[in-house]
Nanobody, 120 residues
Framework: QVRLVESGGGSVESGGSLRLSCAAS??????MAWYRQAPGQEREGVAA???????SYAGFVQGRFTISLNNATNTLDLQMNDLKPEDTAMYYC????????????????WGKGTLVTISS
């Protein structure tokens, strides 16, 4: 059973930073990603990385976020800087074998999420 556990969410003011982490069990696949879902909105991809280090970011990231993967510990991180109120959402760690198009159906496994709240 693949298990993904997120941590690091919280509340910060606009312009602040947060670092999210996801601990993944073995067998989670070659690709890991962060998605987010704001209240009343669809889940959307934020950033993805595969075991070779290939990265992809959603357009709204605009250089503010950095995704990283420690292959030895199977830990996925997302460093988020210059946070904005519109970044407020539940952030989910996801894993799979397919390089994501950022369609949530690309991913096979999901964590339960960690809440990020940005105040103006």
């Amino acid at each position: 059973q693949v298990r993904l556990v997120e941590s690091g969410g919280g509340s910060v003011e606009s312009g602040g930073s947060l670092r999210l982490s996801c601990a993944a069990s073995a067998g989670s696949g070659n690709c890991m990603a962060w998605y987010r879902q704001a209240p009343g909105q669809e889940r959307e991809g934020v950033a993805a990385i595969d075991s070779t280090g290939r990265r992809s970011y959603a357009g709204f990231v605009q250089g503010r976020f950095t995704i990283s993967l420690n292959n030895a510990t199977n830990t996925l991180d997302l460093q988020m800087n210059d946070l904005k109120p519109e970044d407020t959402a539940m952030y989910y760690c996801a894993a799979g074998v397919t390089w994501p198009s950022f369609n949530p159906r690309d991913m096979d496994y999901w964590g339960k999420g960690t809440l990020v709240t940005i105040s103006s």
